[in-house]
């Protein structure tokens, strides 16, 4: 007996099945690529915060950050892990040279003169080094640099609900520039403190404005990118760090996209570009703005402080360390204190920011219970 041959009815049945099993299983397929990128990223934190109780043990400190010797005392906390994480080669190389800045792309010789590789063009510089521990999977921002760049980080230094500046040496976190803090000294305890926090890599494609004209540079025409963008508030606002507005910022830049070109414009691309320097806009975070929120600046002036709060391209949140070396992931709808508008820094008592600036203050007392919701 021959068999009844497919109608056109049953191909389009079967094509109709395939197609809703399809749309049922692709997004639960993604969603399990999110999360396995997200816990890379999360064990690469944690693998960097068994590296600082490592260094904690040996020294009786933490890592200082935007410290010497050297380098203009510009150092980053990575730099003095590297040994911990097994990159002892690399941290030799930094600290067997004086002059090798964390922002020269070049490696320097004894007196300060780049060298030469045989064919003739320079060596790179040991902060050009990519650690892979520093980078996390769901940020591609790394693969687009070149061997003679400086190398990434997608990890930063919390300076907790304090805004900083390049010549600041206070902050409310552990972290605090020209200083070298040790366990003893966080008095919140080290479970409810926000060591170190996700930061986004800056894109290299930005739009710049100057004198009211436009300068593009490799910008692809959106005002939007997870990358840490830093706007430039209009003129007015105050550039002390206890009087800071951050209603402007909060404000008019939702999210990390431009929402008033006409007094907001995208400035260069530093977060995250270098790992070795401590300077703030590259490698510090705070805990003011809720994750994912604008990150801000007056101007392009590199002494001006910076509202950089943690960022990441994870669904709903970014990951932090906590002191004591265990992570957490935080959700953007953390309490941070309600409305900006009459809201500064201040450099004694409990946060004005909520459970989030509760989490970057090593003195305030405030227990987060449920730091995810």
Not at 99 to 108: G, H, I, L
Not at 192 to 198: F, G, L, Q
Not at 281 to 294: D, E, M, Q
Not at 327 to 354: L, Q, R, Y
């Amino acid at each position: 007996m021959k068999s009844k041959a497919f109608s056109l009815v049953d191909l389009v049945a079967a094509i109709v099945i395939v197609t809703l099993v399809g749309c049922l299983i692709f997004p639960t397929i993604q969603a399990s690529r999110e999360t396995a990128r997200r816990h890379a990223c999360m064990n690469n934190l944690r693998q960097i915060g068994v590296a600082m109780q490592l260094y904690h043990d040996t020294f009786q400190t933490l890592p200082g950050h935007k410290v010497g010797p050297g380098a203009r005392n510009r150092k980053s906390a990575f730099t003095f892990l590297l040994p911990q994480l097994g990159h002892q080669a690399v941290y030799d190389e930094i600290v067997e040279q004086k002059w090798q800045m964390p922002w020269r792309r070049d490696k320097a010789d004894e007196k300060g003169k780049t060298l030469k590789a045989n064919d003739g063009k320079n060596v790179p510089s040991p902060y050009c080094t990519t650690i892979p521990v520093f980078l996390c999977p769901e940020d591609t921002a790394f693969l687009s640099k070149k061997d003679d760049e400086l190398a990434y980080t997608n990890f930063v230094v919390s300076h907790g609900d304090w805004i900083t500046g390049q010549n600041e040496t206070f902050t409310r976190g552990p972290f605090v520039p020209d200083h070298w803090l040790t366990l003893e000294d966080i008095v919140d305890g080290v479970t409810n403190t926000i060591a170190m926090s996700e930061r986004a890599i800056a894109s290299s494609k930005f739009k710049h404005i100057v004198n009211g004209e436009e300068m593009v540079r490799e910008y692809d025409g959106t005002t939007k990118t997870q990358g840490s963008i830093i706007v430039t508030k209009e003129g007015g606002d105050s550039d002390d760090p206890e009087k800071p507005a951050f209603a402007s910022c909060f404000q008019r830049a939702g999210g990390n996209a431009i929402t008033d070109p006409d007094k907001f414009e995208i400035d260069r691309n530093r977060a995250g570009t270098r790992w070795g320097d401590g300077q703030h806009f590259f490698t510090v975070t705070n805990t003011i703005l809720p994750p994912n929120a604008a990150s801000c600046m007056l101007n392009a002036d590199d002494k001006q402080p910076i509202i950089a709060p943690p960022t990441s391209y994870h669904v709903g949140g970014v990951n932090v360390l906590m002191l004591d070396s265990h992570t957490k992931f935080v959700s953007n709808n953390i309490d941070h204190g309600g409305d900006f508008s009459n809201k500064k820094c201040v450099k004694e008592g409990p946060s004005p920011f909520g459970a989030w600036g509760a989490m970057g203050n090593i003195v305030d007392t405030k227990i987060v219970v449920d730091e995810i919701k």
